[in-house]
């Protein structure tokens, strides 16, 4: 069954042209799947409906158990929660450490503090980060900093993890180290979702491949090539 279904799915923003137009797609629990495509194509619109942070304008989007054209405001936080999302900028909170950062994500679910506190070493440990769980993000590197920001995406085991750029701000080596921690944890059972420019990654970790151009989803090929210049 599919996770995540898209139809004829059209987004247009109140100024502007259509960021998503007519894209029909479906992926199944377990995939690996990367979204590529120039600047502007639409990847990022295509997240930000998956976890309903914007509505459709036309067709519609499941993602698990939610129809999110029928879904009523108090359960947008039960969707979120089934969705872990990952930005290139790790968005992490600068005055917390890497164990708090991690456990702020259960603890505002309502978790109990015996279970976070367990959930979090296991996690840190997951993404190696254990010995750092008292550091605060300025203390890391940049490569450090994301697997805090995966960890606390995967807290509280989420169906799919987006991952919006994630080695948008990472050398090689530490990109690649990235890399192997998302298949990891794919192969672990969660869907991932990953829009990137990362031609590198694209064409040596082979994972399906949707490209989307001007809004249309242009291709949809099982362990794809990046296929473009940039
Ligand atoms: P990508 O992530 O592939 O770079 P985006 O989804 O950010 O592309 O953008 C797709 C199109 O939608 C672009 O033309 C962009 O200018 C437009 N767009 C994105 N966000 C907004 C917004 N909040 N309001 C109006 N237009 C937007």
Redesign the pocket.
Request: glycine share 18%.
């Given at each position: 069954m599919a996770l995540i279904e898209l139809r004829r799915v059209t987004?247009k923003?109140?100024?502007?042209?259509?960021?998503?137009r007519d894209v029909t797609l479906s992926v199944k629990q377990g995939e690996f799947v990367y979204?590529v495509?120039?600047?502007?194509?639409?990847?990022?619109?295509?997240?930000?409906l998956l976890y309903r942070e914007?509505p459709v304008t036309r067709g519609s989007i499941k993602v698990g158990k939610f129809d999110l054209n029928k879904i009523k405001k108090r359960q947008i936080p039960i969707l979120r929660r089934s969705i872990g999302v990952v930005f290139q900028d790790y968005k992490l909170l600068p005055h917390k450490t890497v164990f708090e950062n991690v456990a702020f994500a259960m603890e505002v679910i309502g978790e109990k503090p015996r279970f976070i506190k367990k959930r979090v070493a296991d996690i840190l440990n997951l993404v190696g980060l254990k010995h750092k769980a008292r550091s605060f993000p300025n203390q890391l590197s940049g490569g450090e900093q994301q697997r805090v920001a995966i960890a606390r995406a995967l807290v509280n085991n989420p169906k799919v993890l987006i991952a919006?750029e994630p080695t948008g701000n990472l050398d090689p080596e530490i990109s690649e180290e990235i890399m192997k921690l998302l298949e990891r944890i794919n192969e672990q059972g969660t869907t991932i979702l990953m829009?990137t420019h990362n031609s590198t990654v694209v064409n040596t970790h082979k994972h399906r491949v949707l490209a989307?151009e001007d809004?249309k989803l242009v291709r949809d090929e099982e362990e794809g090539e990046y296929g473009y210049d940039d």
């Open positions: 987004k923003y109140p100024r502007g042209s259509a960021a998503l979204i495509g120039p600047s502007g194509a639409g990847k990022s619109t295509l997240i930000r914007e919006d829009a989307i809004g």
